[in-house]
Nanobody, 125 residues
Framework: QLVESGGGLVQAGGSLRLSCAVS????????MGWFRQAPGKDREFVSV????????RYADSVKGRFTLSRDKAKNTLNLEMNSLKPEDTAVYYC????????????????????WGEGTLVTVSS
């Protein structure tokens, strides 16, 4: 149901745009977002959109550099990443949940029902 694309190798300070193609979800389903996992680290929250309110949240580490957007016509979830840093290197995963959840829980990976295979982003210094 979720297929990511757009990862690759970029120099520090550069930009990448990730896209997640979504299939099988109905309008008004739960939140959708991006998480990432660096080598040897736990999966961490990057950004999420509440599909009911269209409110978007970002991790502090990416705020001001990353922009999440949703294209309803194309049924995609996009992550524009600017001013990339070596510490942004990770496998980036698209995630979606069936049903609503309180805002304060949207950053927790265990609340998501569907995951893509991930796309690797490597930022060189």
């Amino acid at each position: 149901q979720l297929v990511e694309s757009g990862g690759g190798l970029v120099q520090a300070g550069g930009s990448l745009r990730l896209s997640c193609a979504v299939s099988g979800r109905t309008t008004g389903s739960g939140p959708m977002g991006w998480f990432r996992q660096a080598p040897g680290k736990d999966r961490e929250f990057v950004s999420v959109i509440d599909t009911f309110t269209s409110n978007i949240r970002y991790a502090d580490s990416v705020k001001g550099r990353f922009t999440l957007s949703r294209d309803k016509a194309k049924n995609t979830l996009n992550l524009e990443m600017n001013s990339l840093k070596p510490e942004d290197t990770a496998v980036y995963y698209c995630a979606a949940r069936d049903g609503r959840i309180i805002t304060s829980a949207m950053h927790r990976a265990e609340h998501y029902d569907y995951w893509g295979e991930g796309t690797l982003v490597t930022v060189s210094s």
